[in-house]
């Protein structure tokens, strides 16, 4: 369902253009990158766009096209949407602004839009958007740069806001699996989308930023399906009378009461997100497995970062593990005399590579523990490296080979750059701040109640 928008045969992008300063020209230009199917320009002047045969009308292509990236002014926009039509493309993305998001006129433009698109069999998304994204295929049909390639949905209410975060996460190493903005919603919505990505084999979560919603009851009704296969993470803007204002004025939609969206959030299974670092931190979690309980055990080689994240997993309603007498026992036969070797196990500054390893051996094997952090901040001196910390882990995690969940946290800005690399490329997502390791772990632990995975204590 709603393939021909990830896996089009054949794209015509109308108003691709040659000068630099317009949308069109971007899009195009990205969209050359296309790796499964093939590619058309249309421009009512250039016969030639960036190199490409241009063809002044979509009707005019010879071959079939199945989705269509409409980039004209305003006033050619319902022309340009009989055109696919008669063409026969199955699916628009409308990257046009001025419609729904001016006022009542512009709303109505809008329906007139998508009673001519139903007609033809066609769907639309948008308008006012930025476009959509597939990095595991390379067809980037918006106007921003490529996203990095990964495992999240990332569907945004906000064009702007969406390729913000979509350059945040370059920077910050998360991919994206495909990244929709959805803009007006004057036909295809949240719902919409959820259902035909909840089955995505690229994608391990969706994460959703929402201003405000046209069909609430479905809303719910497909993210209580669909949160039940697939974590769904929602970020929702306009929870103050301010920020509801603005949401309604921005992309024209209705923002509500804060409270009626949380309760039906919660009653239809999807995390919620505080922030955009929340979200993301939420999303990245499930490379790993889903933990059983709530029970969580950390591991560091500093007190502090120990104390700050059981704070943090303590204000999600998850609980530091009682470890068993013996795995205490079996640390202090190898930890220094100083070290803690209670719930934070602070394995003080002198840990190693080994030590790493076999505290988190012990620590998976404790039938009291569900989920492990391990913790690593600046080791300073004695020549030691994150990496060998990481490397630890990893060994350890392979060895108890018992399904638990495992998080890294490393608070050494880009000195831990090699040590988190290894660890994502082992599958274990690694984080900067307790709070956002907590809330990574807290998701787990929600969608784990979701799919009956967790034993309730």
Wanted: include cysteine; glycine fraction near 10%.
């Amino acid at each position: 369902m709603l393939d021909y928008f990830f896996t089009p045969k054949a794209i015509a992008v109308i108003g691709a253009s040659n000068d630099p300063l317009k949308l069109g020209y971007e899009v195009f230009k990205n969209l050359k990158g296309y790796r499964d199917g093939e590619v058309y320009p249309v421009n009512v002047k250039d016969e030639v766009v960036q190199g490409v045969k241009a063809y002044r009308n979509v009707r005019e292509i010879p071959d079939d096209v199945d989705l269509a990236v409409i980039v004209v002014p305003k006033r050619f926009v319902k022309q340009t949407i009989i055109d696919c039509g008669e063409k026969g493309v199955r699916g628009i993305i409308l990257i046009t602004a001025g419609f729904g998001e001016v006022g009542e006129e512009g709303k109505k433009e809008e329906r007139e839009l998508v009673e001519i698109a139903h007609k033809y069999g066609m769907r639309i998304v948008g308008p006012n958007c930025v476009g959509i994204m597939n990095t595991h295929n390379g067809m980037n049909a918006t106007f921003v740069m490529n996203a990095k390639r990964g495992d999240i949905d990332f569907i945004s209410q906000s064009g702007a806001l969406g390729a913000g975060i979509l350059y945040k996460t370059i920077k910050e190493g998360i991919g994206f699996s495909k990244f929709i903005s959805i803009g007006n919603m004057a036909d295809l919505d949240f719902a919409d989308l959820m259902e035909a990505l909840a089955d995505d084999e690229q994608s391990r979560a969706i994460a959703l930023y929402i201003e405000g919603l046209k069909d609430g009851r479905r809303f719910m009704e497909v993210a209580r399906e669909v949160s039940r296969r697939k974590p769904v993470i929602v970020l929702k803007a306009g929870k103050s009378e301010s920020g509801a204002r603005a949401a309604s004025s921005h992309t024209g939609s209705l923002a509500g009461s804060y409270r009626i969206y949380e309760a039906a959030f919660k009653q239809s299974g999807v995390l919620i997100a505080e922030t955009i670092d929340d979200m993301l931190s939420m999303a990245r979690a499930f490379t790993q497995p889903l933990p059983e309980g709530r029970k969580v055990a950390i591991m560091t080689n500093a007190g502090g970062p120990g104390v700050l994240t059981a704070d943090a997993i303590d204000g999600y309603g998850l609980k530091l593990a009682d470890l068993k007498e013996e795995t205490m026992r079996k640390l202090r036969e190898f930890l220094p005399p100083m070290a803690a070797v209670k719930n934070p196990v602070d394995m003080i500054a002198s840990a190693r590579g080994e030590d790493y390893y076999r505290t988190a051996k012990l620590l998976l094997e404790d039938p009291n523990v569900d989920m492990l952090i391990s913790i690593c901040v600046v080791p300073t001196f004695a020549g030691m490296t994150q990496t060998e910390h990481a490397e630890g882990v990893i060994k350890a995690v392979k060895e108890a080979n018992n399904g638990k969940p495992v998080l890294g946290l490393f608070m050494a800005g880009y000195v831990s750059e090699p040590a988190k690399e290894l660890l994502e490329k082992n599958g274990i997502p690694s984080y900067e701040r307790p709070e956002d390791v907590a809330s990574a772990a807290y998701a787990l632990v929600e969608f784990a109640k979701n799919a009956g995975v967790l034993k309730e204590e």
